[in-house]
C-alpha cells in the first residue's frame, strides 16, 4: 500500500559536497523524534554496481550493512543518526540498475521492445524507490539523490523524481534542494544567482523544487529569503538556511530551529510535534563538555583522506562522549613509520588503532607500531587488517617465525599465519566476493571481550577475504596471543587478546559500522576508557 507512505527527495546544486546526506540523516532524526517511521536511502549515479571495487582515494570509506551490501559512506551518516540499520535496498546505483534492465532484456521480458532510459530506466529507479514502502513499514521515505543538479549521470533520477510528483501528487512527495549562498569578502555579499540558476536547471527537468535548504557561512536576512522564494517560487517559510557548524550532530537542532521539519509535514499533510531530542542533546552536552583529552594515533594508508576511515572517526566521537573525553585522533601514515623513528612517532599517544586496509603497502609500519604499543603496554586496537598484522608481529617477534606473514602480502611465505579462506580461493570477480555483513561470534567466558560485550555471543560485520590461520592457533596461544572470539559457522578466529596487557585487542570485523549516537559500540567504549586510564598514569 504505497499510497500511506510519503517520499521526500533531497538534491542538491551549485557544488559537490554540500552535505545532502547530513541534510537527509537531520530531518529524517527530526521526523523519527515525532513518532514516525522513518528510513532513507541513496542514489549514486555512478556506474559502478556498488563501491566494493572502488579505491578509498576515490570515494571514501566503502560502507557495509547487516545483509552484506557494500555502500555508500553515507548510508553510514543514516545509521548514526536514526540508530537504525539499513540494507541493500538503501543505495542504488546506476550501474545496478543497468544490470536490472539489460538481464530483464536478455530474458526478453520485454517483449521485443526497444529498451530506453524512458520509461525502462525510470521505471526500475522508481521501483527501487518504491521497495522500500512495500509492506507498509515506512510513513516516510527521504531519497538522496547523488550529484549535482545538471550533471549529465544525474537525468534519470530526476526524471524518476519528476514522474513520482507527478503520479503520485503533491501531498505525497517532496523535493528539497540543498544549493549554496556564496559569500563574496569583496563585496561583503552574499550571492544568490548561483541557487537562482540551480533552481532553474532543476525546473528545466520538469522539477519544482518545494523547499530550499541553503548551505551558508553567514546568516540569511528577511530579504534574502524573500528573493530567494520570489526568483525560485517556494514559500518565504521554505528557505531554510544552514549555517556551517562545528560538528555535523549540530545539525538536527539547526534544521528544527528552522522549521525544516514542521515545513516539510504541512506539505506531506501530516501532524507535525515538537521532536523529543533529549537524548540526542544529552550526547551534545557530553561531547561539547569533555573533562579530559585523550590522544589517540591512528595508523593507516589512506590518511590523506578523513573520509577513509569515517566510521572510526564518529566511532571516537561516540565513545568519547560516553567516557566525557575528547579523543584527539593523529592520523599517521604507516609508510613513514620505521625502527628508527617509531619512539618519537608513538610515544606521546595515550592509545594506538591500527586501521583496516588492502595490500601490502605500508604493512612494516603497521607492525612496528604494534611492537612497540605491546612492549609499552599501551592500548592498541587493531581492525581486520589491524588484527592481522598484530598475529603476524606476534609470530616474527615472539614466536620467532622470521618473515611471518599473510598471504596476501607475501604469497611464498614459509609461516603463513594469515591466509586466504578456502571458499575464496577460486574467485576470480572481485567485486562482492569477500566475507560481507553479520556473522555471529561466540565469545570465551574469562575474556575481555566477554566482559565489554557482557553477552556470551555477538554478531558483527565483515569485510574481508583472508583470516587468521587456525594451524598456528595451538603455538600463538602457547604464548600468550589467545583466541577469545570464535565465528560460530565458520569456526574461524575472530578475536586476539594479549595476556598480561592492559588492553591489546585486535577484531577480524569492523565494529566501526555498528557504533551510533545513542548506541556507542562497546569495544570503542572500552578502549577510550583504557586510554584515558593510560592518561591518567602518566
Request: proline share 3%; glycine share 6%; with cysteine.
Amino acid at each position: 500500500m504505497l499510497n500511506s507512505t510519503k517520499f521526500i527527495f533531497v538534491t542538491g546544486g551549485v557544488s559537490s559536497s554540500l552535505g545532502k546526506g547530513i541534510i537527509a540523516a537531520s530531518l529524517a532524526k527530526l521526523l523519527q523524534s515525532q513518532g514516525y517511521k522513518v528510513t532513507i536511502q541513496k542514489l549514486d549515479p555512478y556506474i559502478n554496481i556498488d563501491p566494493g571495487t572502488l579505491n578509498p582515494y576515490e570515494h571514501g570509506e566503502c560502507y557495509v550493512t547487516n545483509d552484506g551490501a557494500e555502500t555508500d559512506l553515507d548510508l553510514g551518516h543514516y545509521e548514526r543518526f536514526l540508530n537504525v540499520p539499513t540494507s541493500q535496498a538503501n543505495n542504488i546505483t546506476t550501474g545496478r540498475i543497468y544490470q536490472s534492465v539489460i538481464n530483464k532484456e536478455r530474458k526478453g521480458e520485454y517483449l521485443g521492445r526497444t529498451v530506453q532510459v524512458i520509461p525502462h530506466i525510470t521505471d526500475e529507479i522508481k521501483k527501487s524507490i518504491k521497495y522500500l514502502a512495500e509492506n507498509n513499514q515506512y510513513d516516510i521515505i527521504i531519497t538522496e539523490i547523488g550529484g549535482t543538479v545538471g550533471d549529465i549521470e544525474s537525468l534519470p533520477y530526476i526524471e524518476a523524481l519528476r514522474q513520482m510528483k507527478w503520479e503520485m501528487g503533491e501531498k505525497n512527495v517532496v523535493a528539497i534542494h540543498l544549493t549554496l549562498i556564496p559569500y563574496l569578502s569583496a563585496a561583503k555579499e552574499l550571492k544568490t544567482k548561483p541557487t537562482q540558476h540551480s533552481v532553474k536547471t532543476l525546473m528545466e527537468s520538469g522539477v519544482q523544487a518545494d523547499v530550499l535548504v541553503c548551505r551558508t557561512e553567514h546568516e540569511i536576512n528577511d530579504s534574502i529569503r524573500d528573493k530567494l522564494a520570489r526568483f525560485c517560487n517556494v514559500d518565504t517559510d521554505s528557505v531554510i538556511q544552514s549555517v556551517d557548524v562545528k560538528t555535523i550532530y549540530d545539525v538536527p537542532n539547526c534544521m528544527s530551529s528552522e522549521g525544516l521539519d514542521k515545513v516539510v509535514l504541512k506539505k506531506l499533510g501530516l501532524k507535525f510535534t515538537k521532536p523529543d531530542l533529549s537524548s540526542w542533546n544529552e550526547f551534545l552536552d557530553k561531547y561539547k563538555n569533555p573533562k579530559n583529552t585523550v590522544k589517540i594515533a591512528l595508523i593507516g594508508k589512506y590518511v590523506e583522506l578523513q573520509d577513509s576511515y569515517k566510521s572510526i572517526l564518529e566511532s571516537f566521537i561516540h565513545s568519547g562522549a560516553v567516557n566525557e573525553v575528547k579523543v584527539e585522533v593523529t592520523a599517521i601514515h604507516s609508510e613513514h613509520i620505521n625502527k628508527e623513528n617509531i619512539a618519537e612517532k608513538l610515544e606521546n599517544f595515550n592509545g594506538v588503532l591500527v586501521a583496516p586496509g588492502f595490500g601490502e603497502r605500508g604493512i612494516e609500519g603497521k607492525i612496528e607500531a604494534i611492537k612497540y604499543v605491546r612492549l609499552k603496554k599501551i592500548p592498541f586496537f587493531g581492525i581486520c587488517l589491524g588484527m592481522q598484522m598484530a598475529v603476524i608481529e606476534f609470530c616474527r617477534n615472539v614466536l620467532n617465525m622470521d618473515g611471518a606473514n599473510s598471504t596476501e602480502m607475501d604469497k611464498k611465505t614459509t609461516y603463513p599465519v594469515i591466509d586466504l579462506m578456502d571458499d575464496q580461493k577460486n574467485i576470480v570477480n572481485k567485486g562482492g566476493t569477500m566475507r560481507l555483513g553479520s556473522w555471529n561470534c561466540k565469545l570465551n567466558d574469562d575474556s575481555l571481550v566477554h566482559k565489554i560485550y557482557n553477552t556470551n555471543t555477538i554478531d558483527e560485520r565483515h569485510r574481508h577475504r583472508y583470516e587468521f590461520n587456525s594451524e598456528y592457533i595451538k603455538e600463538i596461544e602457547d604464548n600468550g596471543l589467545i583466541a577469545t572470539g570464535i565465528n560460530i559457522d565458520t569456526e574461524l578466529v575472530e578475536i586476539v587478546e594479549l595476556k598480561n596487557h592492559p588492553w591489546f585487542i585486535g577484531v577480524q570485523f569492523h565494529p566501526e559500522y555498528k557504533s551510533t549516537v545513542l548506541n556507542p559500540h562497546p569495544l570503542f567504549v572500552s578502549f577510550i576508557s583504557a586510554a584515558l586510564k593510560n592518561y591518567n598514569n602518566q
